[in-house]
């Protein structure tokens, strides 16, 4: 596309406060830890970064607070290209915080302190109307309130509006929630928390799906790590895998999918092509330590796939 495709992002903004350990505590344990760092990070901002570095014109509705973690955050939202209009500041409450351990595996937990995200509200999104209804693609995500990523989606349907949910962190959603949703991007744990399905295997992910799109979602597309994902449509089922690369640390790999998917469904690429695409940007995404300062570039992915393609596997539905 000679021009940049245009996404807006409704979603939450946390400090990340990191540390590395050599294993995961034990319950009532003090271990002693590594190295530490903060830095951005929170669902909504990580895809936002990551669209933004992927070179989409990236606008984000955000809440932050009025505090000094808020002024480092809108510095840096601004500083990585995303547009400021709807970067909001709130004095009720404080940036939002995540509390992140990571092992020498490379896996991690997770604690957030949602702070200012808790109060985004469906008014500030309607505020945002003509800007999301003159996007490509709407890029939601479920560490705001629920009812504000509602908002959000039926604002993008309503103008036609592509629309992506990434449901994390995984909970229950309406049928009429769903049913706004063109493209779902769950992990299986989330799969399986909103379909009700349990899920061992590619099996069971695709039956999770199903049941999914038959409440209405236009495409489930199930992450499954270091596997790759699984898109199941209306148009069958197909399993792309996952490129093999030295994982440092996990945290953020959805995020970089998402935020690449995004970009990828906004040039109008296909659905195996985007999810190519954004399995490529996860699996740099993990090679290095972070959240947002770890997402890749246009350049990086570009040469990353011209390394050559994975193989995948296609079932028709039938």
Do not use: W
């Amino acid at each position: 596309m000679s021009e940049r495709p245009r996404i807006a992002v409704v979603g939450s903004f946390n400090t990340d406060l990191l540390v590395r350990t050599p294993r995961m505590p034990l319950r009532g344990e003090t271990i002693l830890g590594g190295g530490y760092q903060t830095g951005p990070g929170g669902k909504g901002a990580n895809q936002a970064v990551a669209a933004a570095r992927l070179n989409a014109d990236v606008t984000m509705v955000v809440s932050l607070g009025a505090d000094d973690l808020g002024n480092r955050a809108e510095q840096n939202l601004v500083h990585e290209g995303i547009h400021p209009d709807y970067i909001l500041r709130t004095d009720v409450t404080h940036t939002g915080v995540a509390f992140i351990i990571v092992d020498d595996g490379g896996e991690n937990m997770i604690v957030v302190a949602p702070g200012a995200n808790e109060v985004l509200s469906p008014e500030d999104v309607e505020a945002a109307r003509e800007m999301i209804a003159a996007s490509q693609v709407l890029l939601v995500q479920l560490e705001v309130p629920l009812e504000t990523v509602a908002c959000a989606l039926r604002i993008a349907h309503e103008a036609g509006v592509r629309t992506l949910l990434n449901p994390a962190p995984g909970q229950t959603l309406s049928p009429d929630l769903l049913q706004l949703v063109d493209v779902l991007t769950p992990n299986e744990t989330e799969a399986q928390i909103i379909s009700g399905h349990a899920i061992t295997g590619l099996t069971e992910a695709e039956a999770a799906a199903r049941s999914l799109l038959d409440v209405g979602v236009g495409c489930v597309v199930v992450t499954l790590g270091g596997n790759g994902a699984l898109i199941v449509s209306a148009d069958g089922t197909r399993h792309i895998p996952g490129r093999h690369v030295e994982v440092v640390d996990t945290t953020g790999a959805g995020d970089a999918f998402s935020g690449a998917l995004a970009v990828a469904i906004a040039e109008g690429r296909s659905i195996v092509d985007a999810v190519t695409f954004a399995n490529a940007a996860a699996a740099l995404q993990v090679t290095k330590v972070g959240t947002a300062p770890a997402m890749p570039y246009r350049p990086e992915v570009e040469a990353f796939l011209e390394r050559g393609p994975t193989q995948s596997h296609s079932r028709a539905r039938g």
